[in-house]
């Protein structure tokens, strides 16, 4: 007897067999896809260090130094309103860096003070200048605004000329001066210990 079932049955048999021949080859294949080839480098034996930012002070031109230095062997004669008095220092740039120059901006400011710093804060001036010879006060034009000791107090102020480019020295003078305007209210006065923070940073 003709068997209708089996008729239809082999066919289907084949079609799945057919299937899973179709699964196994791309299992195959996606399994061959890992198996990569690879190579490699190494580098050994590098040396990484960082630049070293330096900023040197000198009174007279000749003598460098870094760190604290005493500004005692600067006299300043007494103030008289309407009158100025000046020092003068010099800055250098020694910082060592092998690639891009290593700049720095300066800014400066009081930091400490004594004696009759409330009666005299805000009477007398102070400004930062190239130094200049010929000029009044050896103060140039380029020059920090006239500002009172206790708005130099108050926050680091620019320095004229920035940035002191690396290997470069530059001559300043520091002018101090009261307004006409003062009586002898502030007569006999003194401020002690002052100190003046000077700070390099680099310029990006």
């Known amino acids: 007897m003709f068997n209708y079932l089996n008729c239809f049955n082999y066919p289907m048999k084949k079609i799945l067999t057919g299937f899973l021949g179709l699964f196994l080859v791309i299992g195959i294949v996606a399994g061959a896809g890992y198996a990569l080839f690879s190579t490699k480098v190494t580098v050994t034996g590098m040396v990484l260090g960082t630049a070293t930012p330096a900023l040197e002070i000198s009174l007279n031109g000749g003598d460098w130094a870094s760190g604290t230095v005493p500004f005692d062997a600067v006299t300043f004669a007494p103030l008289l309103p309407g009158e100025y008095d000046w020092g003068e220092f010099y800055l250098r740039n020694t910082s060592i860096a092998t690639t891009d120059p290593l700049d720095l901006d300066l800014t400066g400011r009081l930091t400490v003070a004594g004696g009759d710093w409330g009666t005299l804060k805000d009477a007398i001036q102070m400004q930062i200048c190239i130094y200049d010879g010929a000029a009044a006060n050896n103060c140039g034009a380029t020059a920090t605004p006239l500002m009172t000791l206790a ?45 003046f923070e000077i700070v390099g940073t680099q310029v990006l």
């Open 151 to 195: 708005q130099w107090n108050a926050e680091a102020r620019n320095f004229p000329d920035n940035p002191l480019l690396e290997t470069e020295v530059t001559h300043y003078a520091i002018v101090f001066f009261i307004d006409s305007s003062y009586t002898s209210t502030i007569a006999g006065k003194t401020i002690t210990g002052i100190s």
